[in-house]
């Protein structure tokens, strides 16, 4: 499998990201989804591990029938929160011996499952990039949030934070937002002090207005309110929204790989559709086009 730095040094990239299942139905269901988003050729898939504090779940199962059924690259996610060194340590060494090459490091929501306030060795993704890579030669990435950290002091702090975390790490992949400008003002932030690290943005098709809406509340993400007037407009029509979210996703990461992004990451929620429309729109941007 290939390394994410390699990758983003020979060209544009386009990339997936996946949940854990958490039921019997939702294996399938995402069985499906990486069948047919596997036939595009991205140039890697992500999957996440505790995304909103849920139970962890089979990640790993999930990057090795990726990797080793469907020979596509991976970037499993893992969270420090709530675990010790020891665990991590054999995650690591799980991810080693199957040959992956990439990791996304975070910090992570407290397990929904666990206590409330939970012990564990780590209290930053940034320490967390730093003890992964004394173990193991990954390319090694880290959250961003251009629109801010949800818990940050203040945007002086959170910006000197990103500073921090972007140095020591190998690349960096967003949070969902919905416009360009906030994308590219970050860049040019960390740009400006002296912080180069390639920054993915992260675009979620946005097809249902209640999932947006908390998800854009915990994260700090401004959901536009013309996008929600738009989904509001289909009503029930889950066909109309899917097709207001596949022209507003495709016009999103146009301007993103027009302002200089280096690729694109697209949030499925493990669904093929629409982020399969959204990838064939892509193809010219991202110099995809075969002859």
Request: hydrophobic share 40%; with cysteine; aromatic share 6%.
């Amino acid at each position: 499998m290939a390394s994410i730095t390699d990758l983003l040094a020979q060209g544009r990239t386009l990339s997936f990201e996946f949940s854990a299942p958490r039921d019997e139905d939702g294996a399938l269901r995402l069985d499906r989804t990486l069948a047919r988003l596997s036939e595009l050729r991205p140039s890697f898939m992500s999957v996440t591990y505790g995304a909103g504090g849920s139970t962890r779940g089979p990640t790993h199962d999930v990057v090795q029938h990726i990797e080793v059924d469907l020979g596509v690259t991976t970037m499993p996610h893992l969270t420090c929160v709530a675990h010790t060194r020891d665990e991590i340590e054999g995650i690591v060494a799980r991810y080693r011996a199957l040959g992956t090459q990439n990791i996304l490091a975070l910090h992570g929501d407290v397990p929904l499952d666990g206590p409330d306030h939970p012990t564990g060795d780590f209290t930053r993704a940034i320490d967390l990039v730093g003890f992964i890579r004394e173990r193991a030669p990954f390319a090694i990435g880290v959250a961003a949030h251009p629109e801010g950290h949800p818990r940050a002091e203040s945007r002086a702090a959170d910006l000197e934070h990103h500073v921090e975390k972007l140095r020591e790490a190998d690349f960096a992949m967003t949070q969902f937002l919905f416009r360009a400008e906030y994308y590219e003002r970050f860049v040019e932030e960390m740009a400006a002090r002296g912080v180069t690290t390639p920054v993915v943005p992260g675009v979620m098709p946005p097809t249902n207005v209640e999932g947006l809406a908390r998800m854009s509340a915990m994260n700090n993400t401004e959901f536009p309110a013309d996008l929600r007037a738009r989904l509001e407009a289909c009503g029930d029509d889950a066909a109309a929204r899917r097709e207001v979210a596949t022209d507003v996703a495709t016009r999103l990461c146009e301007e993103l790989l027009a302002a200089g992004a280096p690729g694109v990451h697209i949030y499925t929620l493990n669904f093929s559709e629409p982020a399969r429309t959204i990838a064939r729109n892509l193809e010219a941007a991202l110099g995809r086009v075969e002859n």
